[in-house]
Structures are given as structure tokens and as C-alpha cells.
């Protein structure tokens, strides 16, 4: 995530409106440095920069955010969750916040706080309660059904992804994934298809290799 800075109304950031151009350039600076550290994989120094910003800063909401995702690509999920939970704080409705702790949630098979947390990012996103008929962003949707899909429940997960497909036709890997849940559930016909799909989208993608050694045998398997 990248910084607007002015010294008059840094937009979007969480930072204090200032006449101080000096500090304001110099805030504006250490948050530029650390999301670059960040891009570059180096998530320590990113750490260190967003933490000296919030120093100074404590409402800064975007701040939270992106140590959140630097903590969260070092598998720090307490960490993580704290900051995440902090921009819940600064910012009830965001979006990516609730996504951020979804994902960690995910990742540490706390299958009910993810769907909690998950469903609050299709909220916000626009897709009401439950992300249902394909409301909110296709990634909220998406989010949603792979931990219905880890938890098993595999009807519910089949709807979700075939709500984010409809969100995002272009998703290579909620097609994917569809074709995963579809073969749970024994469709191979929506199995079959879903699997094509994810190839014409995603032709060398990370699943592709598997997808083509499958692809043959399940498509001998499709009713004609």
C-alpha cells in the first residue's frame, strides 16, 4: 500500500493535518521508506519503519494495515492480529483489515473466527451479512469460500465460489477452486468445466501442471 502525503491534508493515511511542511515531509518519507522495504520482501526493516510512524502517529489506520500484511508474511499472526484489529479500531468498515485477519485466521485453522471476519469484509464491501448472491468484492467472496472449503462444508463453499466467479469472471483460481469443491461434491460435469476454465485463464499458473495431469480422467468421466 502506497502513501499520499501533503502538508496540508495527508488523504487517505490517518495522519494528522499539519502546517509543520518539515514534519510532514519527514513523516511522509519514513512511511514511503517502509513501504518500499515492504515491496522488497524486507519486512523486518518494513516493520521497523511503520512502527516508528505510528510512534508519532497512533491514528494512523494505513500504518496498522501494512504492518499487519508485513507481520502476516513473516508468519507472525499474533502480531498480525494485533494490528489488524487495531485498524478495526481507527476504521469499523475497513474492508481490508477484516480480510487480513480472515486470512491469518485461515492460515492457524481457526476456521470460525476466519468465516467471522470474512464475512464482516463482504459486509463492509457491500455484499451484506453473509456475502450472499454474489455481493461485495469478488477477493471477500473468494476469501469466504475457501474457509467454508477448509471447514468442509462444501455446499455452502460451492456457492460462495461460484458467487466469486460471477463477481470476477477473470479469478483463475476461484474456477479452481469451484472445480475442487464440485469434485467433494461429486458433480464432475461443474468439475470438469471449472478446471477448463481455470486453464484457459491461467494456462501456466500454479496449478496447472496438476490440473492437466487430472483434467483427462475426469473428463472420461463427464456425462455426454
Known sequence: MSFTLTPAAPAGTGLPA??????????????AQAVDHMKAGRNDE?????????????????????????????KDYVQAEAAYKKV??????SVDAFTGLANIYNAQKK??????????ASKYAGGGAAG?????????IYNQAVILFNSQKFPEAKAQFEAATKAD????????????????????????????TYLKLDPDGPKAAEVKASLPALQS????
Open 46 to 74: 518494513a516493520i521497523a519503519g511503520f512502527n516508528d510512524v505510528v510512534a508519532k502517529v497512533p491514528t494512523c489506520a494505513d500504518c496498522y494495515y501494512n504492518l499487519g500484511v508485513a507481520y502476516t508474511n513473516k
Open 169 to 196: 469472471p477473470n479469478m483463475a483460481m476461484a474456477h479452481y477452486q469451484l472445480g475442487m469443491t464440485a469434485l467433494n461434491l461429486g458433480d464432475f460435469n461443474l468439475a470438469v468445466s471449472s478446471l477448463e
Open 18 to 31: 499539519t502546517t509543520d511542511k518539515q514534519a510532514a515531509a519527514a513523516l511522509s518519507a519514513m512511511a
Open 132 to 140: 450472499a448472491a454474489g455481493g461485495g468484492s469478488a477477493e471477500s
Open 88 to 93: 478495526v479500531e481507527l476504521k469499523p468498515d
Open 111 to 120: 476456521f470460525e473466527l476466519a468465516a467471522e471476519a470474512s464475512a464482516n
Open 221 to 224: 468421466m463427464v456425462k455426454k
